[in-house]
């Protein structure tokens, strides 16, 4: 008995016609396998799912959840879509691991140029994810690369091209970032963007432009200095006046005491009291010599 003999026996195939009959209905199975795992698609927790109707081109309006769903093979096609919070990174090149060079150039009110690198943190909308498909027909790296690249460097320039480069760089440079958010959210958010955070990561100006703005913020720093120190100095002197004024004050008080202390002292200096005190420090004894008169004390008064 052949080998093929022993297997076919072992798997109890007959040997006559209907092993045509078994094969045909193993490689049915094995069809109907294949056929049932290419229409069944998984869509992945932090996505969902368009289907598209390949006959037609249409795409159907609702979002296909998290989970298993079944799809007729060559006349329908599911695409994933992500809509988790993603970051949009566009740099000079060879930084943040991207080889091309996807920095945005802008122009300031003066029509200074200015190179930024920037970053965007977006969520797409569930229920919008179909519109967004249908309006670009790609994945979602290639529209963030695209649309998306392409609206920050209009919202930024609309925000830049009325900021003076000094202030962009300066004091400004907070409300540039909050004005182009919000210019960002208008044009994205008709596709299903929901941005979260727009970002300058690096500025980069003309190196006159950085000169002149550094020796700008020197003098600034030494007219601050300055002026602190004069304001010190007026402290002190004021300091001084006041202590001044103390101390005078303090001498006339001082002085108003003692004089007020006087004029009491000499109110009270009677010539009775003159006398008591005289007596009072008299000892008693006459003087030793004397002319030809005996001193006369008046003991009464």
């Known amino acids: 008995m052949s080998r093929q003999d022993r297997i076919m026996e072992f ?15 193993i490689a049915v199975a094995i069809f109907l396998i294949i056929l049932l795992w290419n229409s069944l ?16 081109g249409g795409v159907d309006s609702t979002p296909m959840g998290v989970g298993f769903h079944f799809k007729w093979p060559v006349f329908q096609e599911i695409v994933e879509y992500p809509i988790f919070m993603q970051t949009l990174v566009l740099t000079r090149a060879s930084r943040e691991g991207n080889p091309y060079n996807e920095e945005i150039n802008v122009n300031s009110v ?16 569930t229920s919008k994810v179909p519109y967004l498909y249908s309006s670009f027909r790609t994945s979602i790296e290639l529209i963030t690369h695209g649309f998306a690249k392409q609206s920050i460097r209009q919202a930024l320039q609309e925000v830049v091209g009325r900021t003076e480069v000094v202030n962009f760089l300066g004091k400004d440079k907070a409300q540039v970032v909050r004005l182009t958010q919000e210019d960002l959210q208008k044009r994205l958010g008709d596709y299903g963007f929901l941005v979260k955070q727009f970002t300058l990561n690096e500025v980069r100006a003309p190196d006159s432009i950085v000169r002149a703005i550094e020796a700008k913020n020197t003098m600034a720093q030494e007219a601050l200095r300055a002026q602190n120190e004069l304001q010190k100095k007026q402290f002190e002197a004021q300091q001084r006046i006041i202590e001044a004024e103390g101390e005078a004050k303090a001498i006339l008080t ?5 004089a007020e202390s006087n004029r009491l002292l000499s109110a009270s200096l009677t010539a009775a009291l ?28």
Do not use: M
């Open 11 to 25: 798997i109890n195939v007959p040997r006559n016609g209907n092993r045509k009959k078994f094969l045909s209905v």
């Open 41 to 56: 698609v998984f869509i992945s927790p932090g996505n969902v799912g368009v289907l598209i109707h390949r006959s037609s």
């Open 110 to 125: 003066e029509g200074q140029p200015i190179s930024c690198d920037v970053s965007l943190s977006f969520e797409l909308l």
């Open 254 to 258: 001082r002085a108003q005491s003692q």
């Open 274 to 301: 003159v006398e008591y005190k005289r007596i009072e420090r008299w000892n008693g004894q006459l003087p030793q010599v004397s002319g030809g008169a005996t001193p006369f004390i008046n003991l009464q008064k």
